[in-house]
């Protein structure tokens, strides 16, 4: 089993940056991808970004540019630096990792964009 803790949500303004942390605990070997999505109230939850076992990474067209995905496998974290950030970016962000077979899911953090 995987236990994923994001951390690092809050109230910005727009504009604002924010850094997102994905805590990975437990059979962390079995990992291979990992990825944040997002779900807004009343939306159904999308890919933000994910990013390879080998560091390959990749972005919804709506952040690219303004979110960066990165990893430490040394601290068993999953990061995402999100800058320029605006109000549609309003959003509870989850973290996902994939491998071994299983797929497992973070509870989120709630990030809100507004002035």
């Known amino acids: 089993q995987v236990q994923l803790v994001e951390s690092g949500g809050g109230l910005v303004q727009p504009g604002g940056s924010l850094r997102l942390s994905c805590a990975a605990s437990?059979?962390?070997?079995?990992?291979?991808?990992m990825a944040w999505y997002r779900q807004a109230p009343g939306k159904q939850r999308e890919l933000v970004a994910d990013?390879?076992?080998?560091?390959?990474?990749n972005y919804a067209d709506s952040v690219k540019g303004r979110f960066t995905i990165s990893r430490d496998n040394a601290k068993n974290t999953l990061y995402l630096q999100m800058n320029s950030l605006k109000p549609e970016d309003t959003a509870v962000y989850l973290c996902?990792?994939?491998?071994?077979?299983?797929?497992?899911w973070g509870k989120g953090t709630l990030v809100i964009v507004s002035s």
């Open positions: 437990g059979s962390i070997f079995s990992i291979n991808a």
């Open positions: 990013i390879t076992s080998g560091f390959s990474t």
């Open positions: 996902r990792g994939v491998g071994g077979g299983m797929d497992y």
